[in-house]
């Protein structure tokens, strides 16, 4: 079976059968909407903050990412002492994984895992913890982290690269509260203000990654941005199971992201000295474009976007394995390869768990019901804001209401600290949002611009959502997700 969308359907299936449910709630793929010469001269220190903001080996992808990029930094010839890394660190030696200790971001590819400094894993990867990396503040560091800040001057540069699921206005964070659009940019203007660095560049891999910096991130602040998707739109995974390529067959995870892998396997092979942004940005467009679906996702560019006239090398360094292989037009053929939205990774993974478990088997009666709860929850999640949607604007409206997408230039919402209570008011009578329902998130934005207020929303809500879910992904115990 090539295409993912048929095991997505077929998962449907298999769930509206074993539970009774008719299969129209799965509504696949979720998010389908739609030369220059560089000033190479670095005098500075090149610096390099990598997060994985996700935990889970069903998210193994985004640690496999962030590990190749800490590779291709070290071959870059960055020293580990100005490398900090973010990652939960429940992959390599997790109980699913088929190689202990290693962790592949290819197909065929090697070990990425060997070497790379855990700086901050488990649960001290927070959002205060990651402003506080990123501002040098040592005392605003809570934790057993290696106590490591980007600790840069003002002739030095800045490479930071994230990767996990959001949506409208936020970044996922392995616990809650996630990264708000509205904090992460206070922090990088804070940043800026502080004069520690020279320029920063800024890729984000996450479903809607231009709604943290549209409207948001100053143009002349030496801060360029590369983001996976631009608002509204998913971003991708690949290099999953029954895919093409697939990982090898003891997988039963996705071990790549397709933006990440592009920019990631782009570096891998090039002399960076002679590829600048701007063309590294045309080659990730062009592997970004899924010929599966039919708007692709479109990698996006914020901020001081004429810092893409530099090459990589004054951020990455290069490898001196690659001095001859010059960056050229020709040799970054863009093949789409056909990708699974972020937002449905995980059903691939518990379905194979599920396909994989021998019949009759206790393994098997656990994954079916592990299928049943992620299908329950994304059920009364999409149910619940569907109806807030109707209760508040009426069945007309509603829908267009919840989804309406801002013309460029405009924030998600202009007051974000009504978009964090109606989103807290929402989950005290609803139910977790999980990975899974920051998909909704541009709704509740939505609902705050058109002068909503919190008395209304938890009318709403307590009148959609008669009690939490008892399952994993609904409980609250972990706290609100903004
Ligand atoms: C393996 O991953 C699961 C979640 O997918 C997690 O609950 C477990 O703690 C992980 N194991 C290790 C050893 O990190
Ligand atoms: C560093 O963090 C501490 C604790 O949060 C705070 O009181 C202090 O103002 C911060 N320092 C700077 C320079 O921002
Ligand atoms: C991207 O695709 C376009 C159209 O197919 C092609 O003309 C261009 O050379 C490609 N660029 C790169 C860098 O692959
Ligand atoms: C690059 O090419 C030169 C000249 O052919 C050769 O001496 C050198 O070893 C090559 N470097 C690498 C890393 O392959």
Known sequence: ??????????????????????????????????????????????WAVLVAGSKGYVNYRHQADVCHAYQILKKGGLKDENIIVFMYDDIAYNES????????????????????????????INPPNFYAVLLANK??????????????????????????????????????????????????????ASGTYKSIVFYVESC?????????????????????????????????????????PEYDVCVGDLFSVAWLEDCDVHNLQTETFQQQYEVVKNKTIVALIEDGTHVVQYGDVGLSKQTLFVY???????????????????????????????????WEKYRRAPEGSSRKAEAKKQLREVMAHRMHIDNSVKHIGKLLFGIEKGHKML????????????????????????????????????????????????????????????????????NPWSSLHAGFSV
Request: proline share 7%.
């Open 139 to 192: 005392s605003a560091l809570t934790g057993t982290g290696s106590g490591k800040v980007l600790d840069s001057g003002p002739n030095d540069h800045v490479f930071i690269y994230y990767t996990d699921h959001g949506g409208a206005g936020v970044l996922g964070m392995p616990s809650k509260p996630y990264i708000a659009a509205s904090d992460l940019n206070d922090v990088l203007k804070k940043k800026h």
């Open 97 to 124: 994984n088929p190689h202990p200790g290693v962790i592949i971001n290819h197909p065929y590819g090697s070990d990425v895992y060997k070497g790379v400094p855990k700086d901050y894993v488990g649960e001290d």
């Open 316 to 350: 990455m360094g290069t490898d001196p394995a690659n001095d001859n292989n010059t960056f050229t037009d020709k040799n970054s053929l863009g093949t789409p390869r056909k990708a699974v939205s972020q937002r449905d990774a995980d059903l691939i993974h518990y």
């Open 403 to 470: 989804n309406n997408v801002r013309p460029a230039g405009l924030p998600v919402v202009d007051d974000w600290d009504c978009f964090k209570t109606l989103i807290r008011t929402f989950e005290t009578h609803c139910g977790s949002l999980s990975e899974y329902g920051m998909k909704h998130m541009r709704s509740f934005a939505n609902l705050c611009n058109a002068g909503i207020r919190k008395e209304q929303m938890a009318e709403a809500s307590a009148q959609a959502c008669v009690s939490i879910p008892d």
């Open 208 to 248: 809607e990654s231009g709604s943290m910096f549209d409207g948001l991130l100053p143009e002349d602040h030496n801060i360029y941005v590369m983001g996976a998707s631009d608002t509204g739109e998913s971003s991708w995974v690949t290099y999953c199971p029954l895919q093409h390529p697939s990982p090898p």
């Open 1 to 46: 079976m090539k295409n993912p969308l048929a095991i997505l359907f077929l998962i449907a299936t298999v769930v509206a059968v074993v539970s009774g449910i008719r299969d129209d709630f799965l509504r696949l793929p979720s998010q389908a909407s739609k030369f220059f010469q560089a000033d190479d001269n670095v005098e500075g220190t090149r």
